[in-house]
């Protein structure tokens, strides 16, 4: 196997951005031509983030084969441009769960089963598995700070893989803190130093230590680091604080952490070409505009709950070379009277996915606002089943239509629960569940659609056939096909069978779409997402008019 290994750690403490600095490495190796994946192992005992709450974990992103993942994977995904999977994000209870079932399986043969060496084993397996002839580095992130118990086995099988698989193969590097302390006026290298201290103490010496700092770090500091560190002086490097995260990887360059880890690798010396990337910072330095875009959500009071959608909303910015203002409002404060003051400003609409009843009425009249008043409208899983409602209740006069969801008695259950939808789905359900090792109870990762000639969305994605990342339960109700469109709702995307509506639009409107799927999970910074690309174009014309740029 010719796959390099690099471990990232974290110390001192949580939110140092250890995702965006892999990630940010993983885009300048890739940029050296190198091929790289990225993984992340989770400290924590859930077997998945699917069932974690958005407020404490954040968003939970999805993969195509369906895993529900850390927001991390995001990450991943847009600054390398290589699809993520179930074996990209491992956490202590899938590991566990591993173990626990081979155990009862028999498969341990009445021996006892211990931390080390069967958790450790399983984790290098997971580690390991990201391996291959094809692939030249994976960066191994370890999730949570260095110095915590539940981190122990993780640490422990990365250090057992330096000498499994040979010192030139791995290279640790550890992310820590060096604040600036404002009344010394000085930078303090006391914390990286503990932290480093304990990485040490459980057997691993960092090969590189990547501080995150406020400002640059002088060389007397840098040097300082080093020699209480233990590493190399030109092994300290500086994460400075930036303005943007897609200025992270240029400013590691800068740094020449790329370099550095491709000598510490032996990797072949090759110049990055990081032109895409210097495009993509001035495109976002250099806005001819900006556009102030509403989402009407539940997890207002925090933004890493819609990571992905607040990227692909700045992607759609990219591509229309506008700044794009995200102004957060709890849909539970959107009412008949309150709903024209809080998005009067706002060039467009975007109602985001989401679980439960809370807010749902005012996410409604905020789809309403926007039809009537012809603001561009985004709908995006829950936020589509919203419009579909909206829709019904009020333009094709059926009252009381909602989703079964909120309400099992609905005299028109617009949206669904198609009790079918498993059998339909059956084949790929069992491959999913024995890839998985979980059941499903939603319809999760990637389905193919069909989209109809002559609409936003084909004129958008401008081909017949694409696929999209779902993570939901509820599907538009068939029932009401006919009776909708003949009222004026266009059905612009379909399943390839016709059965599963995927896409709804409204012909007269400047750009009004609700879709079953998450498109942010598949928006790129160097290849913004179809239909946010589009709908920040409305919502610019809207502003500016259809040609004229700047204010
Ligand atoms: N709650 C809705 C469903 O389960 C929508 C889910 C979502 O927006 N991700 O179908």
């Given amino acids: 196997m010719k796959t390099k290994f690099i471990f990232v750690t974290g110390g001192v403490l949580s939110s140092l951005g250890k995702g965006l600095a892999a990630a940010s490495i993983g885009a300048l190796l890739k940029a050296r031509g190198l091929t790289c994946t990225i993984q992340k192992l989770d400290p924590y005992i859930n077997v998945d983030p699917g069932t974690m709450n958005p407020f404490q974990h954040g968003e939970v992103y999805v993969t195509d084969d369906g895993a529900e993942t850390d927001l991390d994977m995001g990450h991943y995904e847009r600054y390398l441009d290589v699809p993520m999977s179930q074996r990209n994000n491992y956490t202590s209870g899938s590991i566990y769960h591993t173990v626990i079932t081979k155990e009862r399986r028999g498969d341990y043969l009445g021996g006892t089963v211990q931390v080390i060496p069967h958790i450790t084993d399983e984790i290098k397996r997971a580690v390991l598995s990201l391996g291959g002839d094809n692939l030249d580095v994976a960066l191994v992130e370890i999730g949570g700070t260095v110095g915590d118990i539940e981190g122990l086995p993780f640490l422990e099988a990365i250090r057992q893989l330096r000498s499994d698989l040979g010192k030139e193969n791995v290279l640790y590097i550890h992310l820590t803190l060096v604040p600036y302390i404002k009344t010394a006026g ?153 709903v024209a003051g809080l998005l009067k400003d706002c060039d467009g609409v975007l109602v985001p996915g989401g679980f439960g009843s809370r807010g749902v009425e005012g996410k409604i009249k905020a789809i309403e606002y926007a039809r009537k008043n012809k603001v561009p409208f985004f709908g995006i899983c829950l936020g589509m089943q919203c419009a579909v409602i909206e829709f019904a209740r009020n333009v094709a006069g059926l009252a009381g239509a909602n989703s079964e969801e909120f309400d099992q008695n609905t005299a028109h259950p617009v ?79 379909l399943s390839p069978d016709g059965e599963l509506v995927e896409i709804v639009e409204l012909a007269d409107h400047p750009w009004f779409l609700g879709c079953q799927f998450h498109p942010e999970f598949k928006s790129n910074p160097m290849r913004p997402h179809p239909l946010f690309r589009e709908f920040i174009g409305a919502a610019k014309r809207l502003k500016y008019g259809a040609k004229k740029k700047k204010d």
């Fill in 186 to 338: 000085e930078l303090k290298t006391k914390p990286t130093q503990h932290s480093v201290k304990e990485l040490r103490s459980i057997g691993i010496q960092p090969d590189i230590v990547l501080c995150r700092s406020e400002c640059a770090l002088d060389e007397s500091v840098k040097a300082k680091i080093a020699l209480f560190c233990n590493v190399d002086k030109d092994a300290v490097f500086c994460a400075v604080d930036v303005d943007n995260i897609y200025k992270v990887p240029l400013k590691l360059y800068d740094e020449g952490l790329d370099q550095k880890v491709a000598i510490m690798l032996k990797l072949p010396a090759k110049n990055p070409d990081l032109s895409a990337w210097h495009a993509l910072v001035q495109r976002l330095d250099h806005p001819q505009g900006e556009v102030t875009i509403g989402i009407c959500g539940k997890y207002v009071d925090l933004k890493e709950a819609y990571k992905s959608l607040h990227e692909a909303l700045v992607h759609g910015g990219v591509a229309n070379e506008v700044k794009v203002n995200l102004r957060y409002i709890n849909s539970e404060e959107i009412d008949s009277k309150s």
């Fill in 415 to 493: 949206i669904y629960l198609m009790k079918e939808w498993y059998d339909f789905q059956k084949g790929r359900m069992e491959v999913r569940d024995a890839l998985c090792n979980k059941g499903g109870t939603m319809r999760l990762g990637a389905y193919p659609c069909r989209l109809v000639s002559d609409t936003q969305a084909y004129a958008a994605y401008g081909q017949d056939d694409i696929d999209e990342r779902h993570r939901h339960r509820y599907e538009f109700n068939k029932a009401y096909f006919e009776q909708l469109k003949a009222k004026g709702l266009t059905f612009s995307g």
